[in-house]
């Protein structure tokens, strides 16, 4: 099942710069999209969320844009920093109208932030 | 900060037996989830429920598992007869119902069971 896909396993980026994290998705009736991160031995942590009706959602250091056309969405973090070490996940869900709220997650990526 | 809380944090269980996993969700949620991640896998759903019923559940959450909300705070996934296969991390996650935050999920720490 590769409904929702990050095709990049690892990035890895220098402390002040810009992390990019990418995730691709096939099912059009995702119409709710999540980052979390994870560290390890805890459970996801959720950062930032997209409705279908947005194309961008900004949280401090964290945006997340959202290409319905292409079916894609992005995280960016400005600036990078070392605590921002971890596996990033993206997940998404197909309810808003029906109520269905079951999340689909990507493999994730992990970012490492060199100081 | 409130957050989920799931008990116990490793679970070593010998093959056919009887597992609850426990789970305090967010008070002022209402909606409660079970997700298993099996090392090296995807984090993958097993089951919603909502209103002391299941809303939604996977292919995975088959008759081996129920869960159960005894009392008004805690949240339990019953596992009758343990195979191997079931071994994984377990996380709760719980939501509020209404937006803006409407399907936003918060997850606990996760128990892993080991099914030898």
């Known amino acids: 099942d590769q409904q929702v896909k990050q095709n990049s396993p690892s990035l890895s980026v220098q402390e002040g710069r810009i992390s990019i994290l990418n995730c691709d998705y096939t099912?059009?009736?995702?119409?709710?999209f999540l980052w979390y991160k994870k560290y390890p031995a805890e459970g996801p942590t959720f950062l930032i969320s997209?409705?279908?009706?947005?194309d961008k959602n900004e949280d401090g250091r964290f945006t997340v844009f959202l290409n319905k056309s292409a079916k894609h969405l992005s995280l960016h973090i400005v600036p990078s920093q070392p605590g921002d070490s971890a596996v990033y996940f993206c997940?998404?869900?197909?309810?808003?109208?029906?109520?269905?709220?079951?999340?689909?997650f990507g493999s994730g990526t992990r970012l490492q932030v060199q100081p | 900060e409130p957050e989920v809380t799931q008990t116990p944090s490793h679970q070593v269980t010998q093959m056919g037996q009887e597992v609850i996993l426990r789970c305090v969700p967010i008070s002022n949620h209402l909606y409660f989830y079970w997700y298993r991640q099996i090392l090296g896998q995807k984090v993958e759903f097993l089951v919603s429920?909502?209103?002391?019923?299941?809303?939604?559940k996977s292919e995975i959450f088959d008759d081996q598992f129920s869960v159960e909300r005894p009392d008004g705070s805690n949240f339990t996934l019953k596992i009758r007869s343990t195979k191997l296969e079931d071994s994984a991390m377990y996380f709760c996650?719980?939501?509020?119902?209404?937006?803006?935050?409407?399907?936003?999920?918060?997850f606990g720490p996760g128990t892993r069971l080991t099914v030898l």
């Open positions: 996650a719980s939501s509020e119902v209404g937006s803006p935050s409407y399907n936003e999920q918060f």
């Open positions: 099912n059009s009736m995702f119409d709710y």
């Open positions: 997940a998404a869900s197909a309810g808003m109208d029906t109520g269905r709220r079951a999340l689909t």
């Open positions: 429920f909502y209103n002391n019923e299941i809303s939604e």
């Open positions: 997209i409705s279908s009706i947005k």
